[in-house]
């Protein structure tokens, strides 16, 4: 079973192709909606509540809180919080080709505007779309995604896999590729 999880897995990530988040995303400004902000200019971070969200080129998320802080280079780390009961959510658009996009949820996500990495806690989902038809879905309790290689793992726990920690989910669809033949 250890040896049909890992070949899905190698599966999942070979089917990415050469495709990377959007480029372009790393030099827009980042821009926040929300009720209300805090700013602690000696820390650098600000703390915003209420129907977060948060924008960045093709990134955008969605959370009830959000706390970002950035450091002395100026990269900027997010992380963002679920109202109870609900998700935090991101989408950005690939460099796959033209309306390629990777969305996902959870109670919280962080993100690591340096090493462009999204990191999903609890209830963690994740999906890799064709204009709004999914592709290709995966969840468990913990899912770290780095968008420059297009790369992620998905755990029952997110300090690994457990045994009886529960069980992650991947539903690969097949590709258009295939299809045509």
């Known amino acids: 079973m250890k040896r049909f999880f890992l070949l899905l897995l190698t599966l999942f990530a070979l089917a990415a192709g050469n495709a990377h988040a959007e480029k372009a995303d790393s030099d ?5 909606e929300a009720d209300q902000m805090a700013y602690d200019d000696v820390k650098q ?3 915003f509540t209420g129907n977060v969200v948060l924008t960045r080129g093709t990134l955008i998320m969605r959370a009830n809180k959000l706390v970002v802080s950035q450091d002395a280079a100026g990269y900027q780390f997010a992380t963002l919080y679920a109202r109870p009961g609900g998700v ?6 690939r460099d796959a080709g033209p309306n390629q996009w ?11 505007g ?5 990191k999903l806690f609890s209830k963690a989902k994740m999906r890799r779309l ?3 038809k999914p592709t ?4 468990g309790e913990f899912i770290s995604y780095d968008s420059r290689a297009e790369f992620f793992t998905v755990n029952n726990t997110a300090s690994g896999n457990k045994p009886g920690g529960g069980r992650i989910k991947a539903v ?4 258009s590729e295939s299809k045509e033949k």
């Open 136 to 139: 290709d879905e995966v969840e």
């Open 88 to 93: 935090a959510t991101f989408r950005q658009k």
């Open 172 to 175: 690969i669809q097949p590709r």
């Open 45 to 47: 971070v600000n703390t």
């Open 28 to 32: 827009k400004p980042t821009n926040v």
């Open 130 to 132: 064709e204009g709004t």
């Open 102 to 112: 990777m969305e996902g949820e959870a109670e919280r996500i962080e993100y690591d």
């Open 114 to 118: 340096k090493a462009e990495m999204v």
